[in-house]
C-alpha cells in the first residue's frame, strides 16, 4: 500500500498542512492565524485521524517562528516514530516553480536582507542588491513590513494544487535541520545549500 505522506509548510503567512496519498488528498488544511497555538489548533486533527509513515516539511527560507515551530514538531514526533521518513524542500525552489516565470524569487530574512532563488540556488543578499536584479521581484509574503522596496509580485504559494511538485522538490532530511539558521550573517551572494534538484513535468 502506497505511504500516508503528511505535509507542513510554515514558512510563510499561510500556514498549510495536510495528507495525501497516491497523489490525492485525505486531509487538507490551510491558515493565517500568526501564533504557535494556531499552528498546533490546525495540526492535531491530522495525528488524531492519520499516521504517516512519511513526513515531507519546508525548512525555509521564511517565517521564523513556523520553521522553528515545525523543527521541534518533528523532532518530538521523530523520538515517538523512529523509523519515520523525513524529507525537506526549500520555500523558494517550490515557489519559483509554481510561479511559473523566469524572474527571481525571494523572501525576507529581515528588514536588510533577503533570501533569492536564482539560477537554481539560494543565496542571500541585501535590499541594494536585491533592487539591483530586476523588476518586478516576485516575493514571498511573511511580515508586510519586510516586504522589498518598489514593485513586487506576490507569489500565490498555494500547496494544494502541487502535491507532485512537493515531493519532486524534497530531499532526505532525516536530522531534521535547515539550512537557514538566522544568526548567521552573510553580506555578499552565498550559496548555502547543495543545487535544488530538478522538478518533474506536472499538468494544471
Avoid at 487538507?28 to 499516521?51: H, V, W, Y
Avoid at 542588491?129 to 522596496?149: K, V, W
Avoid at 545549500?193 to 518533474?200: F, G, S
Amino acid at each position: 500500500m502506497s505511504p500516508k505522506i503528511l505535509l507542513i509548510d510554515a514558512a510563510t503567512n499561510l500556514f498549510q498542512t495536510g495528507i495525501f496519498q497516491n497523489n490525492q488528498w485525505l486531509f487538507f488544511r490551510s491558515s493565517s492565524e500568526d501564533n504557535l497555538a494556531g499552528f498546533f489548533k490546525l495540526i492535531k486533527p491530522i495525528f488524531e485521524k492519520f499516521t504517516p509513515s512519511r513526513v515531507i516539511f519546508c525548512e525555509g527560507p521564511g517565517k521564523l517562528i513556523g520553521i522553528r515551530s515545525t523543527l521541534m514538531l518533528l523532532r518530538i514526533f521523530k523520538m515517538i516514530h523512529p523509523r519515520l521518513q523525513i524529507d525537506s524542500y526549500t520555500s523558494l525552489a517550490l515557489a519559483h516553480h509554481i510561479d511559473g516565470s523566469s524572474s527571481s524569487v525571494c523572501v525576507a530574512k529581515n528588514r536588510d536582507q533577503y533570501y533569492v532563488f536564482q539560477d537554481n540556488r539560494i543565496g542571500l543578499v541585501d535590499r541594494k542588491t536585491l533592487s539591483a536584479l530586476g523588476r518586478p521581484i516576485h516575493c514571498l509574503e511573511t511580515q508586510r513590513n519586510l516586504q522589498p522596496d518598489g514593485d513586487f509580485i506576490s507569489v500565490k504559494y498555494d500547496l494544494q494544487a502541487h502535491v507532485q511538485a512537493i515531493q519532486d522538490f524534497a530531499i532526505p532530511n532525516e536530522s531534521i535541520t535547515t539550512a537557514y539558521d538566522p544568526q548567521d550573517e552573510y553580506k555578499k551572494w552565498t550559496s548555502l545549500r547543495r543545487e535544488i534538484p530538478e522538478t518533474k513535468s506536472e499538468t494544471f
